[in-house]
């Protein structure tokens, strides 16, 4: 081919784009790859490279959390694994496991742990529901996430300037009957762990018991930088989320796992909720990468649901809700919301990614 066909190729090949970009702006998909976004909540017990590779593609970093399953050792050791992979695509949150909780030694066993993941570049450390739902004390008495015990480690945190994760409590859902649940994927999730399903264990803490120790806990560590993971368990209600927010402007929430049963909400009403809280919202979205998963499978999920999520927050189209037939209006939330959200966000509340 001559060097001026050559040319004449590459500018028809331009123009093509400019229209094509031009013709799926409703979707804004192109913005979505001009921002290098953040999911602030993924987990991952896998140690190939395909899924942050994915990630990569789709302009996205990730906050990856370590989580109080039994298996915490484990988990640092896949973090460490994609750190050589990949230096830059990630940074992580570490956790301390509970199981020791009743012997003398737990305290300074669990400071050691958390500073030795601090050297090892840890943001912040992630509390998990076993917490105030598992965990119980000698005398049979479940341990709440106020429980004095937890205050030195809390001191460490906030004098180290990490953040404090926290999936404490449950979506609302979790204590009503299966039937009366108003999201689709909590009736799902309930079903396979009716261990977890406190509506079948009345004899446990409340929804309002795991909330106001939250709200203890928070009073007594002032400076604590808190996230609370899934719209901190207040997903059902703006209200009551706002006066949360209000009440400890150190405290943020990320959106993981419960963007559905926002969408279930009023769509205005959610849409001015999010530019009023714009600084203390971080996108995330929970997916778990383990072992023996397909990889192109995961990925798979990651692209979609990452684009869908995109669609609904950026556009007013029609989205459909995970594991529904329904259809909601997206939010078409302002650019510099946007990117607060999927980007600044996250690096404010997580310093040092
Ligand atoms: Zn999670």
């Not at 990949?86 to 020791?100: A, W």
């Not at 927050?313 to 997206?330: N, R």
């Amino acid at each position: 081919m001559s060097r001026a066909k050559r040319t004449l190729t590459t500018l028809v090949g331009f123009l093509t784009l400019l229209l094509v970009s031009a013709w799926t702006a409703p979707d804004r998909l192109t913005d979505f790859l001009a921002l290098e976004k953040i999911d602030a909540h993924l987990h991952i017990r896998y140690n190939g490279a395909e899924f942050l590779d994915q990630a990569a593609a789709d302009h996205f970093k990730a906050i990856l959390i370590v989580v109080d399953h039994g298996d915490v050792p484990e988990q640092l050791k896949f973090i460490d694994r994609q750190k050589q992979l990949f230096p830059d695509s990630f940074r992580f949150v570490t956790s301390f496991p509970v199981d020791r909780w009743n012997e003398p030694t737990w305290e300074q066993e669990t400071l050691k742990l958390l500073d030795d993941s601090f050297k090892k570049g840890a943001v912040g450390v992630k509390v998990w529901k076993n917490i105030g739902m598992e965990l119980r004390d000698k005398d049979g008495r479940f341990v709440m996430i106020d429980n004095p015990r937890f205050d030195p480690v809390f001191d460490l945190i906030e004098k180290r300037g990490k953040t404090l994760t926290g999936h404490i409590g449950e979506p609302r859902d979790c204590w009503l009957p299966l039937d009366k649940m108003v999201s689709e994927s909590n009736r799902r999730y309930y079903k396979a762990h009716p261990e977890y399903h406190m509506y079948l264990h009345p004899d446990f803490p409340t929804y309002d018991a795991q909330i106001a120790s939250v709200e203890h806990m928070l009073e007594k560590h002032p400076k604590l930088r808190y996230v609370g993971c899934h719209v901190a368990s207040i997903e059902w209600n703006l209200e009551k989320l706002a006066k949360f927010l209000d009440r400890f402007p150190n405290v943020a929430v990320d959106l993981a796992a419960r963007i559905d049963d926002l969408q279930l909400l009023d769509r205005d009403a959610v849409r001015e909720c999010f530019i009023k809280y714009q600084d203390r919202l971080l996108y995330a979205t929970d997916i778990e990468i383990e072992e023996g998963q397909n990889p192109q499978t995961v990925c798979n999920r990651l692209h979609t649901r990452w684009t869908d999520e995109w669609k609904y927050f950026s556009t007013d189209q029609a989205v459909t809700i995970s594991g529904t037939e329904k259809k909601v209006q997206g939010l078409a939330l302002p650019a510099d919301v946007l990117r607060k959200i999927y980007q600044t966000n996250a690096k404010k509340w997580y310093p040092g990614i």
